[in-house]
């Protein structure tokens, strides 16, 4: 007789992914308040076509328009923490409407790094990869 348990997610894991949601949101609505907050002073963040930005230029690239989501999904997402670092993977699936640009879909493979530090769970570096 084999007994298979379940874990329930631990509670790290929990504020992970309400961060993560968080994040999501904050995408949505160009709140840069609530991106400076989820986000370390140290940010790596990798877009798909290889372009870096520091946390200031993602927050502005988000809040002057030059990016605009009018839709974010994130699917298929696994949380790993081990001790104070989160490892997240998710599929980003978004409709866009960037200045200069019109109406766009992309499709993307992410992996973010969170941190738990005084100002609770911030990401620290994402890299995002075309998905099929």
Do not use: C
């Amino acid at each position: 007789m084999s007994i298979s348990i379940a874990a329930a997610p631990s509670q790290d894991t929990q504020e992970v992914a309400q961060v993560v949601e968080r994040l999501r949101k904050a995408m949505v609505d160009a709140d840069g308040v609530t991106l400076a907050n989820l986000t370390s002073e140290h940010l790596s963040y990798g877009h798909s076509a290889g372009k870096l930005e520091t946390k200031q230029e993602f927050i502005n690239t988000i809040i002057s328009g030059k990016s605009v989501f009018t839709s974010i999904s994130l699917t298929d997402q696994s949380i790993k923490v081990i001790n104070s670092t989160a490892l997240v993977r998710h599929t980003f699936t978004a409709e866009t409407n960037d200045k200069g640009k019109g109406a766009g879909f992309v499709k993307l493979s992410v992996l973010s790094v969170w941190v738990k530090g005084e100002q609770g769970w911030q990401m620290v570096a994402r890299q995002a990869v075309k998905a099929d």
